[in-house]
């Protein structure tokens, strides 16, 4: 396998736990770059469900190096407890086999309070975050006033620099959103002990993996949140705050954006979106309960019901584009079985035109339509087929209309949540 990234076409959520696990069974290093534990990706082996959210989809396979990247916002709470619940599920995780960079910025609870108070300082104008503290860990990354893995480990340096930041942000809960401030010293204490916990998994993962490519090993780069949740590219301001895409990696990763050779898009076969903001394709009907109840549709790191509609081509085509993908998977097609008829978001109509393109200010375009074009459903259970030419008729003719309007090849089906259930189309 050449280097590869694999990234959400759409709006997070498109099984890329799923594909990454499957996909590392042929990757020697398996690299998150961006996101934090706002991430939620599902790993079905054997019927045994794993929900991973900082740590690389790649670890239920031994023998692999999993890399959290210095572009990844890191709890270390969170790390330690992840870690913990795959130990207790009988999984060897130590500093061998995970590598938590020491330039990632480090959430603290303040920045998960934080999050939480300004969602409900902006009321109805919330993003939706998931509450785990991404917004402001980013935004004090930007700031320069954040404190990174390697300063945690530097007891001294951590305690000055964390009493400067947490005067500040205490004045802020405390000021502003009318709540009881943070205990200074305990939260010292507390985040310099963490900080012991998570030695050994410290490095530069960033000399890590350009040696591990110059050695000639299989690097995975594992996308969190889509391409419609990107900072720069998404529905701003509701998105993420990280680059989620390709366009991530050589920051995030600090890994050449050159050698990245191959860049694959996930998307299912409709479109979901957790959280607020715009969503065009999506069914506020009957077809929308349906699509959530058969596909499960409740967030894995939050259990919110997910926004539910139909497949969406302006948007794929556009976050294909943007990541210059030489290909992408569709997941959740046996999700589509029992559906009469089933439709694609082809283009939109907006000002009395239509168009192809994804529009680039899009919450600005008030009384922007979708145009739906039917095909006709397939009620057969397709869950256990592995071969393209056993799909139902009407599911193939789906997905070639799926793979034309979006105009690049569909490399592989995705048809349920276990790691073999999968058609590989051999491209
Ligand atoms: P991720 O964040 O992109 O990794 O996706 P999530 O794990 O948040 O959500 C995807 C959900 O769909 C999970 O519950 C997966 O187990 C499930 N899933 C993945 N692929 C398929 C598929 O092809 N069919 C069905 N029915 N479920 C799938
Ligand atoms: P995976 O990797 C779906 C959404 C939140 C909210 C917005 C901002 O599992 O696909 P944040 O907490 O990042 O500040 O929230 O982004 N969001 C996701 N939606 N899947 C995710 O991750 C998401 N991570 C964040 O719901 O709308
Ligand atoms: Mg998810």
């Known amino acids: 396998m050449p280097t590869t990234s694999v990234f959400g076409a759409q709006w997070g959520d498109e099984g890329k736990g ?17 996101g934090g534990a706002n991430a939620g990706h599902t790993v079905v082996v054997g019927g045994e469900k794993y929900v991973l959210h900082l740590i690389p989809s790649g670890i239920l396979h031994p023998g692999k190096l999993n890399v959290i990247g210095n572009g990844v916002a890191v709890d270390p709470l969170k790390f330690l407890e992840e870690i913990e619940g795959l130990r207790k599920r009988g ?19 303040h920045h998960r309070l934080i999050d939480q108070l300004s969602e409900r300082w902006r009321g109805e104008g919330r993003i939706g975050t998931t509450g785990r503290g991404i917004g402001p860990c980013y935004a004090d990354k930007a700031a320069r006033t954040g404190l990174r893995v390697s300063d945690l480990l530097d007891n001294d340096y951590c305690r000055s620099r964390l009493r400067a930041a947490l005067a500040e942000k205490n004045a802020l809960i405390e000021k502003v959103h009318g709540e009881a401030p943070l205990d ?13 916990r998570l030695r050994p998994f410290v490095c530069d993962t960033g000399a890590l993996v350009r040696k591990a490519y110059k050695a000639g090993k299989r690097i995975l780069f594992e996308g969190a949140q889509g391409a419609m949740l990107d900072i720069d590219a998404g529905t701003y301001p509701f998105v993420t705050s990280s680059n989620t895409g390709a366009n991530g990696i050589p920051a995030g990763a600090l890994f050449p954006a050159r050698h990245i050779e191959r860049v ?6 409709y479109c979901t979106r957790v959280g607020e903001g715009p969503f065009p394709s999506e069914q506020l009907n009957e077809i929308g309960e349906r699509i959530r ?18 497949f969406d081509a302006v948007a794929v085509r556009y976050a294909l584009e943007i990541s210059g993908a030489d290909g992408w998977i569709v997941t959740n097609l046996d999700v589509l079985s029992g559906f009469e008829t089933v439709q694609v978001a082809t283009r939109y109509k907006s000002g009395g035109g239509e168009r192809r393109d994804w529009p680039a200010d899009l919450p600005r375009f ?29 599911a193939r003719a789906y997905v070639e209309a799926l793979e034309r309007e979006v105009g690049a090849p569909i490399l592989m089906l995705s048809v349920g949540p276990e790691r073999d259930q999968v058609i590989d189309r051999g491209l």
């Not at 039917?374 to 592995?386: A, H, L």
Request: contains cysteine; charged residues 25%; proline residues 4%.
């Open 264 to 269: 694959i898009g996930i998307a299912k076969a």
């Open 293 to 310: 109840k058969q596909g499960n549709e409740y967030g894995s790191t939050t259990g919110r019901p997910r926004r539910c509609g139909w």
């Open 18 to 34: 799923k594909l990454i696990d499957r996909m590392a069974r042929d990757a020697d290093v398996i690299v998150r770059y961006q």
């Open 184 to 196: 200074l010293e305990g939260q010292l204490d507390r985040y310099t002990a963490l900080a012991e």
């Open 91 to 109: 999984l060897h995780v130590d500093g061998t086999g995970l590598k938590l960079s020491s330039s990632a910025h480090v959430i603290f609870e």
């Open 366 to 394: 008030a009384g922007l339509e979708p145009v739906f074009q039917s095909f006709p459903g397939w009620s057969e259970d397709i869950t256990q087929v592995r071969k393209y030419a056993e799909l139902p008729a009407s």
